[in-house]
């Protein structure tokens, strides 16, 4: 049932555009629109009250009832003063909340009977408990936000009520119309606290979730600065002990390389170890010309070129019997490898091993199958090597190191998948070197050869 003395009728109605004017809160407002202006006027002749409601859609520009919101603020004007462009500025302060009972948009300005809402008061220890949990947490919000200053703080400390103390602190917080409107729409004073607290925690959060992003973002970009800062130097640097920058373009062509070679994880660690290494090294040092040949060797290896592998039977057995006249056991053998292998794809199978006196065409039928199955034909002599260096490479300690024959020949081949033939293999020697032909059980193992380690290229 509606108490009449709380009613007030006939009150000027200025509609708000994305804000909200409290209880207590003094507010300076622009207004524009000729029936805003008009109820101003109004206002001003009579008892300088005038009711202060929200539009829900800012873009209205003739407002009806259901484009407001139903609660607003009777509120007193202090001071109106007429600007040139024809607006005015208008210094309002909060009385009380206010409820829409009826409503008239038929004349020169919104007129609107409304009904104060009074707030039910809080016990004592109520008040003080609420006051008190309050400010802790504007305080907290202070303190992580520093949007607000520590007059403002002080200011707002110095208020006892709570329904005032809470509508102070909304006014002063950057929120949603929607929830700045929630909360004038709150009468009840713990409900209205809920809402509050529930916004604090709310920008509390998300004040501390952008400071620690805006913290990565900082740190990484100082990290990034200092690493380009440290690289220009470093260039600067080398292009001093260089007198051009060919050495730092030969970098960039290195490091270009790495990306684009295809090597395997290990191989592209490695070489990004080294290229960074070398970067640090005087051009013309000699540890940099062995970190530079390392690199050039590494880089010569075909990582992933490779030939399209020929699988027809048919034209293999007429390129052998093209080639050679007779062998007939030696060329079904063979035929009978290549048919398994274009069968299962990737064969772990025996290696082909020709046996036989010099010039009965044990090195052209290897030609003759490399042709046959598009393949490269790499062909590697032993005969008279006594050095497992030959088979393994140098390490990289001694000077003058370099690869295997074996890693050399497959860079001079140019593709992964070449057709390799070991020749003489009976004519090894030995020394006090070491066993060459103990080295190649490692190779010709085809359990084991795909993991052969070259001691140059160390992978």
């Not at 020169?108 to 949990?133: D, Q």
């Not at 209205?192 to 604090?200: D, I, N, P």
């Not at 093209?322 to 007939?328: K, M, T």
């Not at 090195?363 to 393994?392: C, P, W």
Request: proline share 4%.
């Amino acid at each position: 049932m509606t108490d009449e003395s709380n009613l007030l009728e006939d009150i000027g109605v200025v509609p708000l555009r994305d804000m909200v004017v409290f209880p207590h809160g003094v507010q300076p407002l622009f207004v524009g629109t000729p029936r805003s202006i008009a109820a101003l006027e109004y206002a001003m002749a009579g008892d300088k009250q005038v009711f202060l409601v929200s539009k829900r859609d800012p873009d209205t520009e003739q407002p009806k009832e259901n484009d407001l919101f139903e609660v607003g603020t009777v509120s007193t004007l202090l001071q109106v003063l007429k600007l040139p462009d024809g607006t005015i500025k208008v210094l309002v302060e909060g009385g009380s909340r206010a409820v829409i009972k009826t409503f008239n948009d038929g004349g020169e300005f919104l007129v609107a009977t409304v009904e104060l809402i009074e707030a039910p008061e809080l016990a004592e220890l109520e008040r003080e408990a609420t006051a008190g949990s309050l400010m802790a947490e504007f305080d907290r919000y202070v303190k992580v936000t520093k949007q607000l200053t520590q007059d403002v703080l002080a200011s707002v400390g110095s208020i006892d009520d709570p329904g005032r103390l809470i509508d102070t602190i909304a006014s002063q917080l950057e929120l949603s119309l929607e929830d700045k409107q929630s909360i004038l729409e709150a009468v009840d004073i713990q409900i209205r606290r809920e809402k509050l607290f529930a916004l604090l925690d709310s920008e509390i959060d998300v004040q501390q979730l952008e400071k620690s992003i805006r913290g990565r973002v900082k740190t990484q970009m100082e990290k990034s600065q200092r690493e380009y800062y440290l690289n220009e130097q470093m260039k600067a640097i080398q292009k001093e002990l260089s007198n051009d920058e060919t050495t730092l373009d030969e970098l960039d062509e290195l490091r270009k390389r790495i990306e684009e070679v295809g090597m395997s994880k290990d191989a592209k660690l490695k070489a990004t170890s080294e290229l960074s290494k070398l970067q640090l090294m005087a051009p013309m040092s000699a540890e940099a010309t062995v970190s530079r040949s390392y690199l050039d060797w590494l880089l010569s290896v075909p990582w992933k070129k490779r030939t399209r592998i020929r699988k027809d039977i048919r034209e293999a057995k007429e390129r052998l019997d093209a080639d050679h006249y007779g062998l007939e056991e030696v060329k079904e053998r063979i035929l009978e490898f290549l048919a398994v292998q274009a069968r299962v794809g990737k064969v772990k199978g025996p290696v082909l091993c020709l046996v036989g006196p010099p010039g009965v065409g044990k090195t052209s039928l290897g030609e003759s199958i490399a042709q046959a199955t598009n393949r490269k034909f790499i062909r590697m002599a032993l005969g008279g090597v006594r050095d497992e260096a030959e088979i393994r490479g140098h390490r990289r300690t001694y000077i003058g190191s370099m690869p295997g024959k074996i890693v050399q020949k497959i860079a001079k081949g140019g593709v992964r998948n070449p057709l390799f033939l070991l020749d003489e293999v009976d004519k090894i020697g030995m020394d006090f070197r070491g066993d060459p032909a103990s080295a190649l059980l490692e190779v010709l193992d085809p359990e084991q050869n795909h993991a052969f380690d070259d001691h140059y290229l160390e992978i």
